[in-house]
């Protein structure tokens, strides 16, 4: 599996990044291309500790449940999102890019700035965790976009 933390890695998703545009149109969803970027850069600041959610214990237990099979086969089309990760507002796109490329970069530095190892939804974390769901998620959401 590829790995946020590799330079080469890293680089070939903000290269994919790249290639958006602001008119860039998904293939399925309701989101557009900048509250995409925004929603992504959004969890990965998760991991630096510097986006905080609440999650109640109901939830907390079903992100439990389904961490495995998440983290080993990846993002259905159109999975339900948390409500702290839905932005439904028009957000300036080269910005947007701008953070969610800096924020993504930051898994290439030593030491890694991850901070949270006990996620509000998946639970126990470790850097391998965070390597899945960090790149199924970016993944997911570019082929969303088509790139």
Do not use: C
Request: no cysteine.
């Amino acid at each position: 599996m590829n790995s946020i933390f590799d330079k080469i890695d890293n680089q070939s998703i903000i290269d994919r990044i790249n290639t958006l545009n602001s008119e860039t149109a998904p293939l399925w969803g309701k989101m557009s291309v900048d509250q995409m970027l925004k929603h992504t850069n959004e969890a990965i600041i998760v991991a630096f500790g510097e986006r905080k959610i609440k999650v109640n214990f109901f939830i907390r237990l079903l992100g439990k449940m389904s961490k495995k099979s998440t983290f080993n086969f990846g993002f259905n089309k159109n999975s339900p999102t948390a409500k702290e990760f839905i932005f439904t507002g028009k957000y300036d796109f080269e910005q947007a890019k701008n953070e969610l490329i800096k924020n993504f970069s930051r898994f290439t530095e030593k030491p890694v700035p991850i901070t949270i190892m006990d996620h509000p939804f998946w639970g126990k974390m470790t850097y391998k965790d965070w390597n899945k769901l960090m790149w199924k998620h970016i993944d997911h959401h570019l082929t969303q976009f088509g790139v």
